[in-house]
């Protein structure tokens, strides 16, 4: 490519803030290319694409991405015989309460769960204490409590019916549901 196309080229990627690499095909080779695609996406100032560059987003557009898959997950997970909100699900929280803030019209519901060791009246306690400390986590961020309902399953709705310890971590939680 000779300065002169090149010149051209950069005047036209510039402008729109996205720079391709330049080829080292030489200008025979891109004209059979060019010739021989014919898929309408040459431009007229020699072949550049500019296509293939993400568009750069600002803090905010980066922080609301993160919420949204961080919103994919659901299930808050608690310690044996705790209705405590471990601080390793506070973005996830964070990103939850964030969006039940920003639409107030939108409602959910908080499941608790026991593992299935302890009493049934026992378990469903602990599945509504569990249940009302992210709701209470969800209050502190601002979210109404009209947005809000709670319901406890205590042990009768288990993710895992083995009876390890794996097993019975992964019933103890509360489930938020939109």
């Given at each position: 490519?000779?300065?002169?196309?090149?010149?051209?080229?950069?005047?036209?990627?510039?402008?729109?803030?996205?720079?391709?690499?330049?080829?080292?095909?030489?200008?025979?080779?891109?004209?059979?290319?060019?010739?021989?695609?014919?898929?309408?996406?040459?431009?007229?100032?020699?072949?550049?694409?500019?296509?293939?560059?993400?568009?750069?987003?600002?803090?905010?557009?980066?922080?609301?991405?993160?919420?949204?898959?961080?919103?994919?997950?659901?299930?808050?997970?608690?310690?044996?015989?705790?209705?405590?909100?471990?601080?390793?699900?506070?973005?996830?929280?964070?990103?939850?309460?964030?969006?039940?803030?920003?639409?107030?019209?939108?409602?959910?519901?908080i499941e608790g769960h026991a593992d299935e060791r302890g009493t049934p009246e026992y378990n469903?306690?602990?599945?509504?204490?569990?249940?009302?400390?992210?709701?209470?986590?969800?209050?502190?961020?601002?979210?109404?409590?009209?947005?809000?309902?709670?319901?406890?399953?205590?042990?009768?709705?288990?993710?895992?019916?083995?009876?390890?310890?794996?097993?019975?971590?992964?019933?103890?939680?509360?489930?938020?549901?939109?």
């Amino acid at each position: 490519m000779d300065l002169n196309k090149l010149f051209k080229a950069m005047l036209v990627v510039l402008p729109i803030m996205a720079l391709s690499a330049c080829s080292s095909t030489s200008e025979s080779e891109t004209d059979a290319t060019s010739s021989t695609s014919g898929s309408g996406s040459e431009l007229a100032t020699g072949g550049v694409e500019t296509g293939g560059v993400a568009p750069i987003l600002t803090p905010e557009e980066q922080q609301r991405l993160k919420y949204q898959e961080l919103r994919k997950e659901h299930i808050i997970y608690f310690d044996f015989d705790r209705s405590l909100v471990s601080a390793q699900f506070a973005e996830v929280l964070q990103a939850h309460g964030n969006y039940l803030v920003e639409h107030p019209n939108v409602r959910l519901m908080i499941e608790g769960h026991a593992d299935e060791r302890g009493t049934p009246e026992y378990n469903i306690a602990l599945g509504e204490r569990r249940a009302k400390a992210v709701a209470k986590y969800l209050q502190g961020m601002g979210v109404l409590p009209s947005q809000m309902s709670i319901v406890s399953y205590g042990e009768e709705k288990p993710l895992d019916m083995s009876r390890t310890d794996d097993s019975f971590a992964i019933n103890r939680r509360a489930v938020l549901v939109y």
